[in-house]
């Protein structure tokens, strides 16, 4: 199984970008994703959420402005940031829990990572 994050790219202060994860492999059912991002000398973050049933949730500084949604028939999960601001200039990163053919064994992967460049 592999994750693929893509949609990243140099944007103004106040544009959009669409990120999208799809797994692809032996995949029965995928459960939470999560995106997460990482800025130079920082930390990794948890930036939103999204479960199997479709709740979300997000970290305050994505909140109001970033939407998490998911496609089942696709094994995708979006992450649409509206409103972007320099301050969210990272790598961007998705996890999954995976519930894997043939044996119905669960594991998280990770994406590769997509850099999103929020400036003027």
């Known amino acids: 199984v592999q994750l693929q994050a893509s949609g990243g790219g140099l944007v103004q202060p106040g544009g959009s970008l669409r990120l999208s994860c799809a797994a692809i492999?032996?995949?029965?059912?995928?459960?939470?994703v999560d995106w997460y991002r990482q800025a130079p000398g920082k930390q990794r973050e948890l930036v939103a959420s999204?479960?199997?049933?479709?709740?979300?949730n997000y970290a305050v500084s994505a909140k109001g402005r970033f939407t998490i949604s998911r496609d089942n028939t696709k094994n995708t999960v979006f992450l649409q940031m509206d409103s972007l601001k320099p301050e969210d200039t990272a790598v961007y990163y998705c996890?999954?829990?995976?519930?894997?053919?043939?044996?119905?064994?669960?594991?998280?992967?990770w994406g590769q990572g997509t850099q999103v460049t929020v400036s003027s």
């Open positions: 492999g032996s995949i029965f059912s995928i459960n939470a």
């Open positions: 999204i479960t199997s049933g479709g709740s979300t």
């Open positions: 996890s999954a829990q995976v519930v894997t053919r043939p044996n119905y064994n669960m594991y998280q992967y």
